[in-house]
């Protein structure tokens, strides 16, 4: 299989560069398995598409100010994106910049302190930030909220604004670690939230923490030649209970992006359910990578957004609800003018028969 099988031709004034007034404003492509006909929607439909009892799982991390910007001893401007956070005000970044720069090198930053260069793991550096006398002190995590900016996505040609610092945020984000928002969770707000409680609809939580690497093309063109970016997951055992009493009850598991298929599909794996159909709480890091042909077992139903053409968050969704399935879908997207990526419109999946 080819990184080309999964190109597709979008208008770019399809690209959403805001978002909308309202999170549940967006519009809602549901795309039921063929033959039956796609239905346009809104999002806030979606509590009357949804049956009591049925589970939906969010990504509940919540993103950090990861972009940060300063110079070589050179004068050399450096831009710098975490990719994570480590113990003793240390990260793993990616780094803007004309030469790469050699263990020891320090970069003086913007907002005050230094960043030292470790050394290189692949295409990140390993940092050591020294912000003593800075505000905070030596807590990356607490200066990051008032030195850093928001890494939006680079398909938004636009600086990051005011709004942006909420607006990229899911309202029920808590687990800090992502440098990119599972964007299907930006739809709910808290009045459609308590439609779909009053529904009778419960809710659960993962965490996975989006990295630096969904940005990165995928940059091989047969597949089984890539190597997936590694990111942190967490399914807890409250989550694996949830599941277990929705099936048993007959209810269905509707993940809220790609980010929770990843997180399941990763601990059915890790956790051994592979050999006996039982979830199991996993924590740890994953590279999975799910394109057709991978048989996607732990949620019956998926929301999502539009994503990039030959990404592989479009090979994850192809896998669920089949390659043609899909596409058929994103064409029907574009003649009817959705609004694509992060700050665009969804979609509600059901798997290919």
Request: zero cysteines; a neutral charge; aromatic letters at 8%.
């Amino acid at each position: 299989m080819k990184k080309s099988d999964f190109h597709y031709e979008l208008p770019p004034e399809l690209i959403a560069q805001a978002p909308l007034a309202e999170r549940s404003a967006s519009r809602l492509l549901r795309v039921p398995p063929a033959p039956a006909a796609f239905e346009d929607g809104a999002f806030a439909d979606l509590p009357d598409l949804l049956a009591p009892g049925d589970l939906l799982v969010f990504n509940d991390t919540r993103v950090i100010p990861a972009r940060l910007f300063g110079h070589k001893s050179s004068g050399g401007r450096v831009e710098i994106l975490i990719e994570r956070l480590l113990a003793g005000a240390r990260a793993r970044a990616q780094l803007g910049v004309s030469k790469s720069p050699k263990p020891g090198a320090r970069i003086a930053l913007d907002a005050g302190g230094e960043a030292e260069v470790l050394g290189r793991e692949g295409e990140f550096y390993l940092l050591q930030f020294h912000l003593g006398g800075q505000p905070h002190g030596d807590s990356l995590e607490s200066w990051l909220l008032h030195a850093g900016r928001l890494p939006l996505p680079p398909y938004i040609q636009r600086e990051p604004g005011h709004d942006d610092a909420e607006r990229y945020q899911t309202v029920f984000a808590r687990e800090v670690g992502a440098v990119a928002a599972p964007t299907a969770g930006l739809h709910f707000d808290e009045p459609l939230l308590q439609r779909l409680r009053e529904r009778g609809v419960e809710f659960g939580h993962v965490t996975l923490h989006v990295g630096a690497g969904t940005f990165q093309p995928v940059r091989v063109d047969s597949l089984d030649q890539h190597v997936m970016h590694s990111e942190w997951l967490n399914v807890g055992a409250g989550l694996v209970e949830q599941v277990r009493r929705t099936r048993a009850a007959g209810g269905r598991v509707i993940a809220v992006g790609t980010t929770v298929v990843r997180a399941l599909e990763s601990a059915w794996r890790q956790s051994g359910a592979m050999r006996d159909g039982e979830l199991q709480p996993y924590a740890g890091e994953t590279r999975l990578f799910i394109l057709p042909g991978y048989k996607i077992r732990s949620v019956d139903a998926m929301i999502t957004n539009f994503h990039l053409p030959e990404s592989t968050l479009l090979m994850m969704v192809s896998a669920f609800a089949g390659q043609q399935r899909v596409f058929e879908a994103y064409a029907h997207a574009i003649a009817q003018r959705y609004r694509f990526f992060s700050y665009g419109d969804a979609m509600l999946l059901w798997p290919q028969a």
